[in-house]
């Protein structure tokens, strides 16, 4: 209210744009005042004191009032430079000055004179402070502080003479005049405010009126009882896409029938128009069809019966509006809805209904229906590699293969991804789920030319057949759901039937998951360690870590069963850090040349902060960075390589050696052994075991990875090494490092502590 404080709600200086214009002539007539009862109290005391007195002090009292009024035309001029915090301080101090040169002359005079005149002077004052009260400033705080001011040295006058009682007054009217500046501050903002409000609020009708003048749709149309237009309006005449002359007196309906007028053939919401004003009934939003020109609209039409004084039909008067686009897009939403955007397939939502009204008819008729969901195998290969662009191009003509192979009662959509669903509405005939799931996984396995790129996709199929499976959506869709887990975990290109054993190996995952969640809290984690040996000393030069698991309800777990579930799950990251950080620990133990090897999976490798891990895990161990080795297998060049081989080259950067797990098993990684450093490549147990069973392939395999190793200045290590005679035949193919059971079965840290110990005795 005061101006103290800026809120950004209230504005007291916008609301107060016409106390501006007014500054200037309210400014001049405050310094002709001022100016009036300096002559005034000049020609009292001047011959009293004297004029080496009084005109010191009238000409500084001039010069204040015009400092004051430079600061207000200021603050009255437009787009001043000066900020307006900057000139309310200004004012203030204007204010103040103009007071003190009053109370000045106040206290100084009347001591001059001897007490002549004091009392006009306190009058002059008094009467400067009740004038003041009603002076509208752009800071009301200047004018409390001249009115302070002025009664501050009332106060001081008063007392300097002893007049208590007076002095009592002047304390009062002081008071008075401060509430009252306030009171009528408040009173004119107010004022102010709910005149702006009343503008706003017309200035805002305002707009809509104008509006809705220039924006609105809706015409009136009237007709006579032979239902014929009449009184057409402008806007009516320019919906039909005719002047008003041609309408006028024209049949409503032979107007908006278009060519269909001559051979009756109307759109079923013309005839329901035409029952309507036949019947004379009132009606309205109804949806009519039209042909305005020959081009096919859509109006929206309400209209009411009229009669005259004495009950008399005579007509129908309504208003109506184009609603063409509207409706367009309604039906754009509608397909939207129920339809996948990029293969055009009818979607989950349009899939669940038809799966929802093959359930019903099946047991209706007692027959058999079912749905077969059809998931593709390497298709997250394919995208990762090639990009979002050539995956959506590719499953354009995936969609495009399953809609050519469905026949009669058959409907094919996408879930989402790369998964896709088959509703088969009768599947009473025997083999035809089988023959179709055959075909789909035939069909989607042939080679797809995207791009100028040959690209190989398979598909594996689950099927549920209903009510068998299950009597309600969910239930199937689950249920062919589990079907199809089983097929991809077939190794995928399969088709599997639902079978209830499926619930129960569904929920023994479901119970493990759980149990894996509490695993690390429950401390059942343990990590065993295989040597690996110098194929020449065959002296241990480091250990590999291997978790394992025993749960509390479940038993010993194998590894090739919960490390699975920990990655589809994302569990294997948390579980690889406390692998990374115990293993670490360890080493500690061990000999300072024996390095412990830590296996890293892609989803771990891939977190973002897989590097600053590394980095804890060593310092909170103290384990120097030469001797941790990462181990990681071909499949991290399958998701994100880029990442994956920048958080190699991190932890190599530290000190840390990587090597290259199961070579030669899985995704072709020759062009990465060129980009990154690796220290150590690990052939595959199965060459080995080929190669001492005499396989030319086997043994032709490793030659080859030794020879590119040792090119490459990398070590090898041959893994799954369990006779002394596949362990002769590693060293003579020149591998430098063997792991596998005839040196050492996966161990305890203390039996791996034991051996280091039981190899100084016998040193000794």
């Not at 005061?2 to 200037?24: H, K, Q, S, V």
């Not at 662009?389 to 192979?405: C, E, F, H, N, Y």
């Not at 120097?624 to 990462?630: C, D, G, S, V």
């Not at 893994?719 to 161990?747: H, N, W």
Request: aromatic letters at 8%.
């Amino acid at each position: 209210m005061l101006g103290l404080t800026r809120n950004p709600a209230f504005d007291p200086t916008r609301l107060r744009g016409d106390e501006y214009g007014e500054l200037a002539q309210a400014s001049r007539n405050r310094m002709l005042a001022n100016a009036l009862l300096a002559a005034f109290i000049a020609s009292v005391f001047g011959p009293l004191i004297g004029l080496v007195y009084v005109v010191p002090w009238a000409a500084l009292l001039a010069f204040i009032l015009y400092k004051t009024r430079q600061t207000d035309l200021l603050i009255a001029a437009p787009g001043a430079r000066v900020g307006p915090a900057t000139l309310e301080s200004q004012q203030n101090r204007n204010a103040v000055a103009g007071a003190l040169c009053w109370v000045a002359a106040l206290i100084a005079f009347p001591l001059l004179s001897g007490g002549a005149q004091e009392l006009t002077l306190l009058l002059v004052t008094l009467a400067l402070m009740t004038a003041s009260t009603f002076v509208f400033s752009t800071s009301p705080v200047s004018v409390l502080l001249y009115i302070g001011t002025l009664g501050a040295g009332a106060i001081v006058s008063l007392a300097l003479s002893g007049q208590w009682q007076a002095m009592g007054g002047a304390i009062l009217f002081t008071i008075a005049a401060l509430v009252a500046t306030v009171q009528v501050r408040t009173t004119f903002v107010k004022a102010r405010l709910a005149e702006a409000a009343v503008i706003e609020k017309e200035e805002v009708v305002s707009l809509l009126l104008r509006e809705f003048e220039e924006n609105e749709a809706d015409w009136l149309w009237e007709v006579d009882p032979a239902r014929r237009l009449r009184a057409v309006s402008p806007r009516f005449a320019f919906a039909l896409g005719r002047t008003q002359g041609d309408v006028e007196g024209k049949p409503l309906l032979e107007m908006v029938a278009g060519a269909n007028w001559e051979s009756g053939q109307f759109p079923a919401s013309l005839h329901d128009l035409a029952e309507r004003l036949k019947n004379r009934e009132n009606f309205s939003n109804m949806l009519v069809q039209v042909s305005i020109l020959g081009e096919e609209r859509w109006w929206e039409l309400s209209g009411t019966p009229m009669r005259d004084e004495q009950g008399r039909f005579t007509g129908f008067r309504g208003v109506g509006s184009d609603v063409t686009e509207q409706r367009k897009s309604s039906e754009k939403i509608a397909y939207l809805a129920r339809y996948d955007t990029l293969t055009q397939l009818p979607n989950r939502l349009q899939l669940t209904e038809a799966l929802g009204e093959a359930l019903r008819y099946a047991v209706q008729w007692r027959t058999r229906c079912a749905l077969l969901m059809v998931d593709l195998d390497r298709f997250k290969a394919v995208n990762d590699s090639l990009g979002h662009m050539t995956g959506d191009k590719l499953l354009a003509q995936v969609s495009a293969r399953l809609q050519s192979l469905m026949g009669e009662n058959q409907l094919c959509g996408r879930l989402g991804g790369d998964e896709f669903a088959i509703v088969i509405r009768d599947a009473s005939t025997p083999g035809v789920i089988g023959d179709l799931a055959r075909r789909v996984i035939n069909r989607l396995s042939e080679p797809y030319q995207v791009d100028h790129h040959t690209l190989y996709v398979g598909a594996s199929v689950g099927s549920a057949e209903g009510p068998r499976d299950g009597n309600t959506v969910e239930e199937m869709m689950r249920n062919a759901d589990l079907a199809l887990y089983r097929a991809k975990d077939s190794g995928g290109g399969e088709h599997c039937r639902f079978e209830p054993v499926l619930h129960a190996s569904a929920e023994e995952r479901r119970q493990l998951e759980v149990a894996l969640r509490k695993a690390l809290g429950r401390d059942e984690m343990v990590l065993h360690y295989q040597p690996v040996v110098d194929a020449r000393t065959e002296s241990v030069v480091s250990f590999e870590a291997l978790v394992r698991w025993n749960s509390a309800e479940h038993g010993f777990v194998s590894p090739g069963k919960f490390i699975p579930l920990a990655e589809d799950t994302r569990l294997i990251v948390p579980i690889g850090q406390w692998v990374m950080r115990k293993a670490c620990e360890e080493a500690r133990n061990w000999p300072e040349h024996v390095k412990v090897n830590v296996n890293v999976s892609p989803e771990q490798l891939l977190e973002p902060g897989f590097h600053d891990e590394v980095v804890q895990a060593l310092a909170a161990t103290g384990l120097r960075p030469e001797r941790l080795e990462i181990e990681v297998t071909e499949s991290i060049f399958l998701r994100d390589a880029s990442v994956a081989r920048n958080a190699l080259e991190q932890a190599m950067a530290l000190g840390c050696s990587v090597a290259l797990d199961d070579f030669g098993t899985g995704y072709s990684s020759l062009g990465y052994l060129r980009k990154l450093k690796f220290s150590t490549i690990k052939v595959d147990r199965t060459f080995v075991q080929g190669a001492a069973q005499g396989s030319a392939e086997s043994l032709a395999i490793i030659n080859a990875v030794v020879a590119m190793a040792k090119s490459l200045q990398m070590t090898t290590t041959a893994e799954g090494v369990e006779t002394s005679e596949e362990a002769e035949l590693i060293r003579s193919l020149g591998c430098d490092k063997i792991q596998g059971f005839y040196f050492g079965r996966p161990m305890t840290a203390e039996d791996a502590r034991s051996l280091f110990n039981l190899m100084k005795e016998r040193r000794a």
